[in-house]
C-alpha cells in the first residue's frame, strides 16, 4: 500500500483481523442485553386486545377460582379450563370498557369501600401481623399453666379505684366473701360469695389468664378492665388438671388463645400509635354533651330484650332497629349541628355530632349502647376516627400502589363492570315479550301448581272379611284401637297408620291404592284392596285441591328464567364477535408452566 512501510502493512492486516476475530463477541454481547432487558419482565400468559395478564396473575386467579369452585381441580386440565375462562372474562371486560364505561353511583361507591379495605387489611397485616405467630416458648409456657385447675373467687366492681381499695382490704385480711355478696356486679356469682369453682387455663379470657395463673394460693389478681368492669381474682385452691393432654394435643387450642391474646394487645398498641401520630383529641365537654343526647335520643331503642325479633342483615351482624330510627325528628338540634366533639390531624379534621349519629347507624350492634357514662361515646369516636385514620396511613405508605393491591382491584373492577354491562345492556335484549312468557306458562303448566294431596287412614291385615269389617267401623267413625279390639284383636298380621294417617301424599306415592284414594270423596272409605297377600282399607280424612298459581305471580321469575336460557348461547356469540375486535392470544407454553397450588412456606 502506497506511503506504508512493510512492517506498518503487517500491523494493518493483523489488526484487521483482530477487529474481524471480535465482532462475534460483540454480537452475543449485544444480543445477551438485548435479552437481559426483559429477564426480569413477568412472561404474559393471556393477551386480550391490550390487556396483559402475566404469569403470576394468572396463577393467582386460578388458586382464588379454584378454592371457590369445587369443580375445578388443581391439575393441568384445570388450569387449561380457567385460561380459557379467564380469557372469555377479560373479553367481556374489554366490551364493557367500550359499552358502559362508567360505574353507576352505587357499584362506583362499592369499589372504593373494596379499595379501602383492600387498603386497610395490608396496612393492619403490615402492622401486626406478626402478632399471629406463636413462638414454641409461649406455646410450653402456656402448656405448664394448663396443668393446673384453681379453685377462684371473683367479684366485679365499675371503676378501677374501687377495684383497688377492695384489693387492698383483702390482702390486710378481709373476707372476700362478704366483700363480693355486697358489692359485686356479677349477679352470677355474687350470691355464693364470688366463688367460680374450679377453672382451668382455658376457661378465662386471653387477655387475663396469664396474669391469673401466675397467681400464688391466697394472691388478688391486680384490677383488670374486662366488658367495662373492673375483676378481681383470688386464688383458693389449686389442683393438677389431670385432662390436659400432650402438648401436640393441646397446640391448637393454646395457639388461638395466644394469638387472641397478641393480635388484641398488638392491635391496642397500635391504635394508639395510630391517634397519637394524628393528634386526635375528644372534647370532655363536648363528649359528656354528647353522652346525654345520646341517652335521650336511644331511650326507647330494644337493647336486646327481644333480640329474636330483629332479625340480621346478610353479614350476620345484627339489626338493632326495626326498619325505622329510634327518634322522631332531627337527631341533633340545628344549633348544635356544627359543634366539634374531636379533632385529628390532617389540619381540619373534625367530628361532628351529625357524623357521630351516623356511626352510630352504620354500626349496628346486638344491643345499643344505654350511655350511662362518656365511655360509650368516645367508643364511638374512636371507630369514626381510626376508620379515617387507618386509610390516610395506608395511602401515606403508599400500599395503593402495591402491585399485588393493584392487581386485586383490577380484578374486582372486571367482576363489577362486566356485572353492570350484563345486567344494563345484555339481559334487556334477551327479554321475552309478553306473548313469548305466555307462550311459555302455558306449556309448563305443571311447573305453576301444586298438585293435589290427600291424608288417609289406612288398615292392613290379613284377612278380607276381616277388612271388610275393620271398613264398616272406619267409615261409622270408630278410632282404629277400638277397631282392632273388635274385629283383629288376635290377628297378629294388623298394622295400621293410626288416627291421624298419612302424611299428605300426592298421586303416585301408592300405586296400589291411589287409582281407588283419588276417587273417593271427603270421608270415603275404600273396599278391601289387595296388597300382595294382605288386604287394605282407607279413609280419606283430609283433601288439599289442585292449585295453580296464576300467570301474573310467576311472570317476573318466569322472565328471569328465560333471560338466564338465553344468556349462554347469546354471549358464545357476542364473544366470538368481539374476539375480532379484541383478539384473544393464550401462550399455552407459559400457562402449561402455572403452578397449580401456592408452594408452601418452609
Known amino acids: 500500500m502506497p506511503g506504508m512501510s512493510h512492517s506498518s502493512q503487517v500491523s494493518s492486516r493483523f489488526d484487521s483481523r483482530k477487529q474481524w476475530a471480535i465482532w462475534p463477541g460483540i454480537l452475543v454481547a449485544l444480543l445477551l442485553a438485548v435479552l437481559g432487558c426483559g429477564a426480569g419482565k413477568e412472561p404474559i400468559a393471556i393477551r386480550v386486545g391490550d390487556t396483559e395478564l402475566s404469569l403470576a396473575e394468572f396463577e393467582r386467579s386460578f388458586w382464588t377460582a379454584a378454592k371457590q369452585d369445587s369443580s375445578l381441580r388443581a391439575d393441568s386440565t384445570g388450569i387449561h379450563r380457567h385460561a380459557r375462562s379467564l380469557a372469555d372474562q377479560l373479553l367481556i371486560d ?3 370498557r367500550v359499552e358502559d364505561p362508567d360505574l353507576e353511583p352505587m357499584r362506583a361507591d362499592r369499589m372504593d369501600e373494596f379499595r379501602e379495605r383492600l387498603y386497610v387489611e395490608a396496612l393492619r397485616k403490615e402492622m401486626y401481623g406478626a402478632a399471629y405467630n406463636v413462638g414454641e416458648r409461649d406455646l410450653k409456657d402456656a402448656w405448664e399453666k394448663l396443668g393446673r385447675r384453681l379453685r377462684l373467687n371473683y367479684l366485679a366492681v365499675p371503676t378501677e379505684a374501687e ?17 363480693a355478696e355486697q358489692r359485686s356486679l356479677d349477679e352470677r356469682s355474687r350470691a ?45 385452691d389449686e389442683q393438677p388438671n389431670d385432662g390436659r393432654g400432650t402438648l401436640k394435643e393441646e397446640t391448637l387450642r393454646l395457639t388461638q388463645g395466644l394469638q387472641m391474646k397478641l393480635v388484641r394487645r398488638a392491635k391496642e398498641q397500635y391504635e394508639q400509635n395510630l391517634l397519637q401520630k394524628y393528634n386526635y383529641k375528644a372534647d370532655p365537654a ?4 354528647m353522652t346525654v343526647l345520646f341517652r335521650e335520643r336511644t331511650r326507647g331503642v330494644n337493647r336486646g330484650e327481644d333480640l329474636t325479633a330483629l332479625g340480621a342483615r346478610d353479614d350476620g351482624t345484627a339489626v338493632a332497629t326495626q326498619g325505622s330510627l329510634p327518634w322522631t325528628g332531627p337527631p341533633v338540634p340545628p344549633a348544635d349541628t356544627s359543634r366539634t366533639v374531636a379533632t385529628f390531624d390532617p389540619p381540619g379534621g373534625r367530628v361532628t355530632p351529625l357524623l357521630l349519629f351516623d356511626q352510630l347507624l352504620s354500626h349496628p350492634m346486638p344491643t345499643w349502647p344505654k350511655f350511662e357514662t362518656g365511655a360509650d361515646v368516645e367508643e364511638l369516636l374512636r371507630e369514626l376516627v381510626l376508620e379515617r385514620l387507618e386509610i390516610r396511613e395506608a ?10 393491591i393493584q392487581r386485586e382491584i383490577a380484578e374486582q373492577l372486571r367482576d363489577v363492570r362486566g356485572r353492570q354491562w350484563t345486567r344494563n345492556h345484555v339481559r334487556p335484549k334477551l327479554r321475552p315479550s309478553e306473548e313469548e312468557l305466555r307462550a311459555y306458562y302455558d306449556s309448563h303448566l305443571a311447573e305453576f301448581a301444586t298438585a293435589e294431596t290427600r291424608r288417609f287412614v289406612a288398615i292392613n291385615v290379613r284377612d278380607r272379611e276381616v277388612a271388610r269389617k275393620a271398613g264398616k267401623l272406619l ?37 296400589m291404592l291411589d287409582d281407588v284414594i283419588f276417587s273417593l270423596p271427603m270421608n270415603g272409605v275404600s273396599e278391601p284392596l289387595p296388597v300382595g297377600s294382605t288386604w287394605t282399607v282407607a279413609k280419606v280424612i283430609e283433601i288439599n285441591p289442585f292449585v295453580q298459581t296464576p300467570f301474573e305471580e310467576v311472570k317476573i321469575a318466569l322472565q328471569s328464567r328465560i333471560v338466564d ?3 349462554g348461547p347469546w354471549m358464545k356469540q357476542r364473544l366470538a364477535q368481539a374476539r375480532a375486535e379484541h383478539p384473544v392470544t393464550i401462550d399455552w407454553t407459559v400457562v402449561d408452566r402455572a403452578r397449580p397450588v401456592p408452594a408452601t412456606k418452609k
Do not use: C, H, M, N
Not at 270408630?478 to 291421624?500: F, Q
Open 163 to 179: 377495684a383497688s381499695e377492695i384489693r387492698a382490704a383483702l390482702q390486710q385480711g378481709a373476707i372476700f366473701a362478704k366483700i
Open 192 to 236: 355464693g360469695g364470688g366463688d367460680l369453682g374450679w377453672i382451668s387455663y382455658l376457661d378465662l379470657d386471653p387477655l387475663s389468664r396469664d396474669d391469673i395463673f401466675s397467681l400464688q394460693k391466697g394472691e388478688v389478681s391486680r384490677p383488670i378492665l374486662y366488658a367495662g368492669a373492673y375483676q378481681l381474682f383470688q386464688v383458693v
Open 565 to 567: 336460557q338465553r344468556l
Open 475 to 511: 267409615a261409622a267413625g270408630t278410632p282404629t284401637e277400638e277397631i282392632r279390639r273388635a274385629v283383629a284383636a288376635g290377628d297378629t298380621s294388623w298394622a295400621t297408620t293410626g288416627d291421624t294417617g298419612t302424611p299428605p301424599l300426592s298421586y303416585g306415592r301408592s300405586p
Open 395 to 404: 395511602l401515606a405508605r403508599k400500599i395503593d400502589t402495591r402491585p399485588e
Open 286 to 289: 363536648e363528649v359528656a354533651f
Open 94 to 96: 374489554a366490551i364493557a
